[in-house]
């Protein structure tokens, strides 16, 4: 059913405000915060990252 109502198109306009509005609601904090929170979701949600917790990981099963 929810399915259908997001392919059907006369309600898929409904489903995009719902989704604009989540969007807005979950992300207004970064915009609130202090440039230094953003600095640190930005660098901190890149790829390069995921390898800490790879190498702790690899590091505690070598353990």
């Given amino acids: 059913m929810l399915l259908f109502s997001w392919s059907n198109a006369t309600t898929l306009e409904y489903w995009d405000y719902l989704d604009h ?14 440039s ?8 901190f ?3 390069v990252v995921d390898l800490i917790p790879l190498f702790l990981i690899i590091l505690f099963f070598l353990l």
């Fill in 21 to 34: 509005q989540e969007f807005v609601a979950r992300n207004q904090s970064l915009v609130e915060f202090h």
């Fill in 36 to 43: 230094i929170w953003r600095g640190f979701w930005a660098k």
């Fill in 45 to 47: 949600s890149v790829r």
